[in-house]
């Protein structure tokens, strides 16, 4: 199977700076890594995500970093604010079955 | 319509009664998921399906919770006897499989309270 870890489970952070939350995964053959990202009594919603054949991906103030040799990826939000508050999940899926494994969830929370 | 539909919203019922929760995915969309999520927690996956493949039943928690669906359509989940552990956000999700690595999309879910 696959076991992703993530990390921390909450994450307070001053308005304007950076957060990073960082997963592992197990499986060398996952290849396919999203974000998630979930307020509070929503659904969750896809953020960014990233694929195996590439490093790093950006979308403004969001970027995901990936390194297949570590088997670790990585959310990075900049000039955070506090929209940006809620709970981020990272997953990560392999070619065959298309099942996604879920990380904990980090709980980040935006102070003005 | 555009995403994915789950009903009902909201369901309170009592302990040791049955309940079935509907999932309508994307148009389209091959695979369906369905998650549990505790207040507070993650996401519990629970049953997987993918087009006419046999579903990936190994997150069921108990013999109690059965999931169906027909074809690449409407899916239904079902919790007999219901316990008031079971009380929890069920989240569906689908996915296309036109391509590798194609993303999930989920559905408000449905707020089960057990009493």
């Known amino acids: 199977g696959e076991n992703v870890e993530q990390h921390p489970s909450t994450l307070s952070v001053q308005e304007g700076d950076s957060a990073v939350i960082k997963c592992t995964y197990s499986d060398s053959a996952s290849n396919y890594f999203p974000w998630y990202k979930q307020e509070l009594g929503k659904r969750p919603q896809l953020i960014i995500d990233i694929r195996s054949n590439v490093g790093e991906k950006k979308d403004q103030r969001i970027a995901v970093t990936l390194n297949k040799t570590a088997k670790h990826f990585s959310l990075h939000i900049t000039e955070t604010q506090p929209e940006d508050s809620a709970v981020y999940f990272c997953?990560?899926?392999?070619?065959?079955?298309?099942?996604?494994?879920f990380g904990t969830g980090t709980s980040l929370t935006v102070i003005p | 319509g555009a995403g994915v539909s789950q009903s009902p919203s909201n369901k309170v019922t009592e302990k040791g009664k049955d309940v079935e929760l509907r999932c309508d995915p994307i148009s389209g969309h091959t695979a369906l998921y369905w998650y549990r999520q505790r207040l507070g927690q993650g996401l519990e996956f629970l049953i997987y399906?993918?087009?006419?493949?046999?579903?990936?039943k190994s997150g069921l928690p108990s013999d109690r919770f059965s999931a169906e669906r027909t074809g690449e359509s409407v899916s239904t989940l079902t919790i007999q006897r219901t316990q008031q552990e079971d009380s929890a956000v069920y989240l569906c999700a689908s996915s296309s499989s036109a391509g590798l690595g194609q993303p999930q999309h989920f559905g408000d879910g449905t707020r089960l309270s057990i009493l």
């Open positions: 997953a990560a899926s392999k070619p065959t079955g298309n099942q996604f494994y």
């Open positions: 399906f993918q087009g006419n493949s046999a579903p990936d």
